[in-house]
């Protein structure tokens, strides 16, 4: 059995288990509407805990915009202040994915 399977499955019995407790009244109800960038950080933490380096900074990307995502929706700051963020997280991406691609000898 793969790993990714095994997150996969473990990531659907909890959201399944969610959604019972909030049909039984066992969980305060939940604005799903304004979580829906955990989504984003629930696929980022699949990529940092799966075995290799391929997709660990993209796993830390997809958190970083579900953050912003998070912090609009809950009226932290606004998205109409905080797009310079996207501008950042893209600079680190490259940054990044260039430092590792020297580093396993595919330098572009």
């Not at 959201?15 to 955990?38: C, D, Q, T, Y």
């Not at 953050?67 to 932290?76: D, E, K, P, S, T």
Request: proline share 4%; net charge positive.
């Amino acid at each position: 059995m793969k790993q990714k399977d095994v997150v996969t499955g473990v990531l659907l019995i909890g959201i399944g288990l969610i959604f019972l407790a909030s049909n039984l009244g066992a969980m305060p109800e939940v604005n799903f509407a304004r979580l829906w960038p955990l989504i984003l950080v629930i696929i980022g933490a699949g990529k940092l805990i799966a075995p290799g380096d391929e997709g660990r900074w993209s796993g830390v990307t997809l958190i970083l915009i579900a953050a912003i995502f998070l912090a609009h929706n809950y009226r932290v700051i606004r998205l109409h202040d905080s797009w310079p963020l996207f501008i950042v997280i893209a600079g680190l991406s490259v940054m990044f994915g260039a430092r590792r691609s020297r580093r396993g000898g595919l330098s572009s």
